[in-house]
């Protein structure tokens, strides 16, 4: 199929980007890698009055560490962030994750930020922000706020993001000496979207875990954190008994999506051998360090 008829603009500053924003409202699309909008565009699913490309916005690019933080500008491709030692060195979480996404000719266009601010369920990059705390960095017309990835992400498809801002970097803090980083993923084939996965950032002291992030997706209508199986998991010695009681912590912390991949027992069954996977590798990990 062929795309709509729309304008095109080229933005040169994010004033001229906020104006267009201003202007158009929900009716602009930001046109940064296109991995997800041009086919869109193609299935008429989407029908703006204007793309606005960001592409040669170069503050919105860029990964630098400081201040016990990561930046990934908005406009980090998935090949750059795969590829940084600084992500490899200090956010080992999202480094796994990164050969999850797509295929390679994906990665080499899609942008991190573009991927977060879709907020599809099934991606893996909105997972890991949401697992290692990170802040999402908007900025409009009226100014620039942070939001943290907790109140970010609101359902399928949806954010906290208002119409007429952008995101403009992503902050994660490095991951800390001590701690160490899972994910897994399930799907049909590699580079498909996912069926079920989850990201896990956990603190472990001998069998214990002391402290564990557990964050579900694609199963779910958004990153969904496990408040109740990381309440079950903390503070106790990772054997049969805990295993149980964190798993079965998982009814009443998901609520699984049926579509075409499956139906909702199907998902938490899945979600349920991820995490006894993804725990049994997190104690192995910490063993080994």
Wanted: proline content about 4%.
């Amino acid at each position: 199929m062929k795309a709509p008829r729309f304008s095109y603009v080229r933005a040169e500053s994010l004033e001229q980007v906020f104006e267009l924003l201003k202007q158009y409202g929900e009716d602009a699309r930001i046109l940064a890698g296109g991995q997800s909008l041009i086919p869109t565009l193609n299935m008429r699913l989407s029908q703006p009055a204007i793309l606005i490309d960001i592409n040669r916005l170069d503050m919105l690019k860029g990964i630098s560490a400081g201040d016990g933080a990561v930046r990934i500008g908005a406009l980090a491709r998935h090949a750059e962030v795969a590829e940084s030692p600084v992500i490899a060195a200090r956010l080992p979480l999202i480094a796994a994750a990164m050969p999850h996404v797509a295929h390679v000719a994906v990665r080499n266009r899609g942008t991190f930020g573009g991927s977060v601010a879709l907020a599809d369920p099934a991606a893996e990059m909105p997972a890991c922000v949401l697992a290692l705390g990170g802040t999402l960095v908007v900025a409009g017309a009226r100014g620039r706020r942070e939001i943290a990835a907790e109140d970010f992400f609101r359902g399928l498809y949806e954010t906290a993001r208002e119409p007429d801002e952008i995101l403009v970097e992503v902050r994660v803090p490095t991951e800390a000496p001590g701690t160490v980083s899972v994910f897994l993923e399930l799907a049909q084939r590699h580079g498909d979207f996912a069926i079920a996965g989850l990201a896990c950032h956990a603190r472990i002291e001998g069998d214990t875990v002391a402290d564990a992030r557990l964050v579900y997706f694609a199963s779910e209508d958004r990153p969904r954190l496990a408040k109740g199986a990381m309440a079950a998991l903390a503070g106790k010695a990772w054997n049969d008994g805990t295993r149980a009681a964190v798993i079965g912590a998982l009814t009443d912390d998901l609520d699984p999506m049926t579509n075409l991949d499956g139906g909702a027992a199907m998902k938490l069954h899945l979600q349920r051998v991820l995490t006894g996977r993804a725990l049994d590798a997190a104690v192995a990990q910490a063993r080994a360090a």
